[in-house]
């Protein structure tokens, strides 16, 4: 959208971007930027301002795997170096087609452990909704880039019945964690009346929501939600920064209102190959959620999912990562750093290479899924 068309001339700039001089007041519209979303190459060629012809090894993937970037999250990156890492988060990469690339599309067989379609009951005492699979922005190191392929139904309130069917029947869930994709890009009297529908039920004590829009979209955090989500606490939110540079001052007004909403938010970042494997970015990342009051909760080692491998860092490498940080971080800072075992067998903590005898470290090895040698 041309901001010469909807801009007023005292607006943000964008690096040079499509939305220079847009006006503050559409800039801080989440739906303005999930409708300015970029999620063509041709869009693309011209924020990178190159032939659209260049981009041409790109198509294939995003065929694959759809590509969506919010205009706010492309104002944080530089999208001239191939090796930003928020670029390298949202960007195509012809790697995630390789067909000599290694893993499955669905590591943890959340498929098989789908009683209701969109529901994952693996663990007695809870179990995950998939509420929606629309994303503002498509992680390319997601583990549910399988739903973009298969184009998943987004959230209907048909489908969203079924599982609040499945719930109210089994009286041994006690936390029910509503992600996708984006629960918060539902409507918001639709996701209003499924948290209802929930809280409704006598057994769920708990509510949990799974979402990435306090980092790519933190427009869409408004007060309004924040009204509409206090009403069902106790309810949690887990969100995934993964590198400093997300630690904005809008990022953080939108962590600011959930919180004042009385809803507790965590982050769950996942350890990338080239982004964040290094001590004193992973530093940087706690110091600044700690700030924010964001608790880091989980640092996940990548699933295997196919065409990640480039995302994939060695274990030891972050078991390195984390003793130094056990080392010289306070415990609030610290998240656990796991490996979701392949094929749903749960999570196992990585523990600091310390708590092994000494020179144990150097003698093993894993394999992409994580098994030690
Ligand atoms: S926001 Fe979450 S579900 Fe969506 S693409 Fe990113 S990691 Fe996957």
């Known amino acids: 959208m041309a901001a010469t068309s909807e801009g007023k001339a005292e607006g943000r700039r964008c690096n040079g971007r499509p939305w220079d001089g847009i006006a503050d007041e559409l800039w801080s519209d989440w739906r303005w930027q999930f409708r300015n979303r970029i999620r063509s190459l041709k869009k693309l060629s011209a924020v990178l301002e190159r032939p659209v012809a260049s981009l041409a090894a790109w ?28 670029r390298r988060q949202c960007f195509p990469d012809p790697r995630e087609i390789d067909p000599a690339a290694a893993g499955s599309e669905d590591p943890l067989d959340e498929e098989g452990a789908m009683p209701v379609p969109g529901l994952v009951h693996r663990y007695p005492d809870r179990c995950l909704v998939i509420a929606t699979g629309v994303c503002a922005l498509y992680c ?26 499945y719930i109210a029947r089994t009286p041994q869930l006690r936390e029910v964690i509503v992600s996708g994709g984006d629960p918060l890009l539902l409507s918001e009297r639709l996701l209003d009346w499924f948290l209802g529908a929930l809280r409704a039920i006598p057994h769920v004590e708990v509510l949990r929501i799974g979402s990435r829009a306090p980092v790519t979209l933190p427009m ?5 939600l924040c009204a509409m989500l206090q009403r069902h606490r106790p309810l949690w939110l887990n969100t995934q920064f993964n590198h400093p540079r997300e630690l904005t001052p809008e990022a ?10 009385g809803i507790p938010v965590s982050n769950q970042s996942v350890l990338l190959k080239g982004i964040n494997d290094d001590y004193e970015t992973m530093r940087a990342l706690l110091y600044g959620l700690e700030r924010i009051s964001v608790r880091p909760y989980y640092l996940f080692q990548c699933d295997p999912v196919r065409g990640t491998d ?11 990562i984390m003793e ?23 999570k196992i903590p990585l523990q600091p290479i310390s708590l092994l005898p000494e020179g144990e470290a150097g003698k093993h090895s894993f394999d992409k899924t994580g098994r030690m040698d």
């Open 252 to 261: 953080a007004a939108a962590c600011e209102r959930l919180l004042m909403a």
């Open 324 to 346: 130094r940080l056990w080392r010289n971080l306070s415990g609030l800072c610290l998240p656990r750093y796991v490996l979701d075992c392949p094929g749903g067998r749960g």
């Open 310 to 320: 480039h995302f994939r860092a060695e274990i030891w490498n972050g078991m390195g």
């Open 59 to 86: 198509s294939p993937v995003i065929r694959a795997y759809p590509f969506a970037v919010t205009p706010y999250y492309l104002s944080l990156l530089d999208p001239a170096d191939p090796v930003d890492p928020l």
């Open 220 to 224: 869409r955090v408004t007060p309004g």
């Open 140 to 165: 390319r190191h997601c583990n549910r880039k399988r739903m973009w392929r298969r184009k998943e139904p987004g959230g209907t309130r048909e489908r969203l019945q079924t599982m609040v069917d």
